[in-house]
């Protein structure tokens, strides 16, 4: 197979592949208000019940500092107990109603939240579900699991919260500024004269925490990144076979320590500034008691009106402050919303066509045609294929052979359609496999690789992964084929053992002779067999191909292999060269000609 290119500088050095394009794109992707409020559109008539079950509580709640001017400048003073005994029913009701009213909101908002984040769970998941194996192949798997997991659960708090927060703290310092100016219009533009430096400040510390806040996500991807190649099987078996395990917890605490520095900063960052806006908040009420003892307003205002301003004014600032807030966190969650919504903006490179052609797999007798394919690998100075041309008559055995690097793997791989050839197509039963859904391409080819991935969890579960309604019976005749039935039948718990984290249970001719049972138990028309046997021993390889010389009747094979004795067999040989058809024909034909395969036969 030709291998994906690497990057390289302007002296023509490679540097490896570039892992962090993701991340340094979403530095750059900008998030619209309206694109995020589309989120919650589905949920509409909820929201539209929590808005109005705010204001009410809103409205209710203003009441209470109305109540108490009546009890100090009318109850109190007149000893009127009847009076005072209402007014206090009154706060008590009020107090209970908004607390009833608080308990709904709390429920229906969070309820629509967690919905929203569940979407956009599923959304990226789904997106990534679609996209082709050059995606996975440039992109760390720790950054993929970043995305979803710590900048969707990152955002939590603002998808549950913030719209209520905003709509609960809007009304409240509306409602409140009426109320207070009802009481004294004076005093009200005491209390009112801080808003301006508010919202500035508050926009100086909401950039600087949204620029903080990408690069502690950056830094948690790459944590992660750590965490899978550190701790996966195969990368703690790396680490001990090459002596790099403290090197691998050094570069841990290093990415940790500065994510204790990214959260500190983030914590701290326009910390003063807003203290300093405290301090104001807090020094409004001073000012207002002395205003109020001021010879010129000195027996103007009473008590009673006073007490309620104040408290009017600390009901006021409370929702100021959670504005202010809501409007730091949502900025800096910009942030986090352009990492996802640049993932949900991954173009598909491979997708299902817009109208495809209706194939019934089972009805499928697997007649391959490569029509003047040719590929590409993004970034690459040369194609991996190059105009290939070939027929695989339906039910027969296609062998692909040649040095590595020639293409191989990678004619093997557009078959499936796990790429899409740059020029060219390739058709089966002379329909475009473009053409085809991918659902039933799937049914059509099976692939068993020589990279074998196992998932873990039972025998029998791997097996039924290829067919979610297959039979024990079915599960075990396909084990039989692959010449492993016996092996898994003498384990104490059978088809019910737990292979282990990728497999690692058994060996790896095992994992591969159950990855064979996994593929054939779909009864693929196509089998693409991409070094399948390559870690089998020499008696248990010629006992899985004697399997799949049997399997192979009426089903077309197309091998892959470096050992030439699995396909000396194969009713067409092809050798591949730097992407090229250097020469076909049978075993017996290519020797006589002493071209390349007898070469490589020598």
Do not use: C
């Given at each position: 197979m030709a291998a994906p290119p690497t990057n390289r500088d302007t002296h023509g050095r490679g540097r490896g592949p570039k892992t962090v394009t993701a991340a340094e794109k979403a530095q750059a992707h900008e998030v619209s208000l309206r694109r995020i409020g589309r989120l919650f559109t589905p949920y509409k008539w909820q929201l539209t019940i929590v808005t109005a079950i705010i204001v009410a509580s809103s409205l209710v709640g203003l009441a209470s500092p109305f109540l108490l001017r009546a009890v100090i400048d009318k109850?109190?003073?007149?000893?009127?107990?009847?009076?005072?005994?209402?007014?206090?029913?009154?706060?008590?009701?009020?107090?209970?109603?908004?607390?009833?009213?608080?308990?709904?909101?709390?429920?229906?908002?969070?309820?629509?939240?967690?919905?929203?984040?569940?979407?956009?769970?599923?959304?990226?998941?789904?997106?990534?579900?679609?996209?082709?194996i050059a995606f996975f192949t440039r992109t760390r798997t720790g950054e993929v699991q970043s995305r979803i997991q710590n900048d969707i659960g990152g955002m939590e708090a603002v998808v549950t919260s913030t719209a209520t927060s905003i709509a609960s703290n809007l009304t409240t310092a509306v409602g409140t500024s009426v109320a207070?100016?009802?009481?004294?219009?004076?005093?009200?533009?005491?209390?009112?004269?801080?808003?301006?430096?508010?919202?500035?400040?508050?926009?100086?510390?909401?950039?600087?925490?949204?620029?903080?806040?990408?690069?502690?996500?950056?830094?948690?991807?790459?944590?992660?990144?750590?965490?899978?190649?550190?701790?996966?099987?195969?990368?703690?078996?790396?680490?001990?076979?090459?002596?790099?395990?403290?090197?691998?917890?050094?570069?841990?605490?290093?990415?940790?320590?500065?994510?204790?520095?990214?959260?500190?900063?983030?914590?701290?960052?326009?910390?003063?500034?807003?203290?300093?806006?405290?301090?104001?908040?807090?020094?409004?009420?001073?000012?207002?008691?002395?205003?109020?003892?001021?010879?010129?307003?000195?027996?103007?205002?009473?008590?009673?009106?006073?007490?309620?301003?104040?408290?009017?004014?600390?009901?006021?600032?409370?929702?100021?402050?959670?504005?202010?807030?809501?409007?730091?966190?949502?900025?800096?969650?910009?942030?986090l919303f352009a990492r996802i919504f640049e993932y949900l903006d991954l173009p598909v490179e491979v997708d299902d066509?817009?109208?495809?052609?209706?194939?019934?797999?089972?009805?499928?007798?697997?007649?391959?045609?490569?029509?003047?394919?040719?590929?590409?690998?993004?970034?690459?100075?040369?194609?991996?294929?190059?105009?290939?041309?070939?027929?695989?008559?339906?039910?027969?055995?296609?062998?692909?052979?040649?040095?590595?690097?020639?293409?191989?793997?990678?004619?093997?791989?557009?078959?499936?359609?796990?790429?899409?050839?740059?020029?060219?197509?390739?058709?089966?039963?002379?329909?475009d496999i473009k053409d085809m859904r991918l659902a039933d391409l799937a049914a059509i080819v099976g692939v068993v690789s020589q990279e074998t991935y196992l998932l873990h969890t039972t025998v029998r579960e791997n097996l039924r992964y290829a067919k979610a309604g297959a039979t024990d019976a079915e599960i075990e005749q396909a084990a039989r084929a692959a010449q492993i039935h016996e092996l898994i039948a003498s384990l104490p718990d059978g088809y019910d053992t737990m292979v282990g984290s990728r497999g690692h249970r058994f060996s790896g001719g095992e994992k591969q002779r159950i990855a064979i049972a996994r593929t054939l138990l779909r009864d693929p028309r196509v089998l693409v067999l991409d070094e399948a046997t390559s870690a089998l021993d020499t008696e248990t390889e010629r006992a899985v191909q004697q399997a799949f010389d049997a399997l192979a009747q009426g089903r077309t094979t197309i091998t892959i292999a470096h050992r030439l004795s699995t396909v000396r067999d194969a009713g067409q040989i092809v050798v591949l060269d730097h992407g090229r058809v250097a020469e076909a024909g049978t075993h017996d034909s290519l020797l006589e000609g002493q071209g390349r395969y007898a070469a490589l036969a020598a």
């Open positions: 109850a109190l003073p007149e000893r009127n107990l009847q009076l005072l005994a209402w007014l206090v029913i009154a706060m008590v009701a009020v107090a209970a109603v908004s607390s009833g009213l608080g308990i709904i909101q709390t429920w229906i908002s969070t309820k629509v939240g967690q919905h929203v984040m569940h979407g956009l769970r599923t959304s990226v998941f789904t997106h990534l579900q679609r996209q082709s207070m100016v009802a009481l004294s219009w004076r005093l009200s533009l005491i209390s009112l004269v801080v808003m301006p430096p508010a919202i500035y400040l508050t926009r100086k510390v909401a950039r600087m925490r949204r620029a903080i806040t990408s690069q502690q996500q950056r830094e948690l991807a790459g944590l992660n990144v750590t965490i899978e190649e550190g701790l996966s099987i195969n990368g703690i078996q790396l680490a001990k076979t090459m002596g790099t395990s403290a090197a691998l917890v050094e570069r841990f605490t290093a990415s940790s320590a500065r994510l204790i520095d990214l959260e500190l900063r983030s914590q701290l960052a326009g910390r003063w500034r807003m203290a300093s806006l405290s301090i104001i908040f807090a020094t409004i009420p001073a000012i207002i008691y002395l205003a109020a003892g001021l010879p010129v307003t000195a027996g103007t205002i009473s008590i009673g009106t006073l007490i309620a301003f104040t408290t009017l004014q600390s009901g006021l600032f409370r929702p100021i402050t959670g504005l202010l807030g809501t409007s730091v966190s949502v900025i800096s969650s910009l942030a066509p817009a109208h495809p052609v209706r194939v019934d797999p089972a009805a499928v007798t697997g007649h391959v045609t490569f029509d003047a394919v040719s590929f590409t690998y993004p970034g690459a100075d040369r194609a991996a294929l190059d105009g290939i041309d070939l027929d695989v008559p339906a039910g027969s055995t296609l062998a692909l052979v040649g040095e590595t690097g020639s293409g191989k793997t990678t004619l093997g791989s557009l078959v499936a359609r796990l790429y899409d050839p740059t020029q060219g197509t390739i058709h089966i039963d002379g329909t």
